[in-house]
């Protein structure tokens, strides 16, 4: 019923690369359990994440690379049908496995996803309101609706300064990074009209921007692990990020010399290495200050 290239659009290795910020939520969390972490990580990255995806495929009709796909295939009605599914399937699984609050935000993700792209509303060509869109929802928003899903809770427990702080820093990352995956995307997007971040900073200002914001979200981070879990976890983040700056150094140097290198391949490098560096961190986290460490360490 649905082709191959539907399926591919869907991206769902992508979601390896937002994997951070529920990792993030799972760390801080006084009350997972096996099946709401499971069924939490099943819903958001394997049916949420690629229904965007798909859906936003299918409206921006992308013919050059984009995130998780060098060569995208032509879209068709299939793709925006199988996205639409795949909202379902999110929804009704995150009703019944874990609790009414988490579907209803799992459903203001998903509208907030689709303005993204949708000719109605295509948030995608004011790079301000994108910009801070997109960092919204893909961090304050998910690290509390991952809070919610994998604690079973509902609203009133995530006002804490502890979840709040972890939102917004959630968000920043995401805002620090974000202009970087647009930025070898800028032929293709200025011949849909779509003036994104990116865009408007140019190459190596969008190398600025992401180097000073980065810098500013790894001192805030530092100063959250110091506050909430002690100094030696501040200073384990900090070690965990070198290898993203290393990376992002050798690049910017590579595109000060030559504009070119801003490339599709070392965006996904950067990305790849940046979520792997984070994904550690926080499993690494989770596990030494959980119940998970006393059970494997016994």
């Given amino acids: 019923m649905f082709s191959i290239s539907s399926w591919l659009h869907l991206r769902i290795p992508f979601s390896y690369f937002l994997l951070p910020v529920c990792l993030f939520a799972l760390a801080i969390s006084p009350n997972p359990t096996n099946s709401a972490v499971l069924w939490t990580f099943l819903v958001i990255h394997i049916f949420l994440y690629p229904a965007s995806n798909g859906y936003n495929s299918y409206f921006d009709k992308d013919e050059k690379s984009i995130g998780g796909l060098k060569n995208p295939p032509p879209v068709n009605k299939g793709l925006y049908y199988l996205s639409l599914l795949f909202d379902a399937a999110a929804l009704i699984l ?7 609050t988490f579907a209803v935000m799992l459903f203001i993700y998903g509208l ?39 604690n079973k809770y509902e609203l009133e427990n995530l006002f804490q300064p502890e979840i709040l702080y972890a939102g917004a820093l959630s968000s920043l990352m995401l805002w620090g990074s974000y202009p970087m995956t647009q930025i070898y995307q800028h032929e ?3 011949e849909r009209g779509d003036e994104t971040l990116s865009r408007m900073l140019g190459i ?5 921007f992401v180097g000073i914001v980065f810098t500013a979200v790894t001192a805030a981070f530092v100063w959250y692990f110091f506050e909430y879990m002690g100094a030696e976890w501040a200073l384990a983040y900090a070690g965990a990020m070198a290898p993203v700056v290393l990376y992002f150094s050798y690049w910017f140097l590579l595109v000060y010399k030559k504009e070119s290198a801003a490339d599709y391949s070392h965006t996904m490098w950067l990305n790849f290495i940046s979520a792997t560096c984070l994904n550690l961190f926080f499993l690494s986290l989770f596990v030494i200050r959980s119940s998970y460490y006393n059970l494997l360490f016994d």
């Fill in 204 to 208: 190596k200002g969008t190398f600025y």
């Fill in 94 to 100: 995150g009703t019944i496995m874990i609790n009414f």
């Fill in 112 to 150: 907030a996803s689709k303005a993204y792209s949708h000719p109605a509303v295509r948030l995608k060509k004011y790079p301000v309101a994108g910009w801070l869109v997109a960092g919204f929802f893909q961090g304050f928003f998910t690290l509390l609706m991952s809070y919610v899903g994998i």
């Fill in 188 to 190: 293709e997007d200025g």
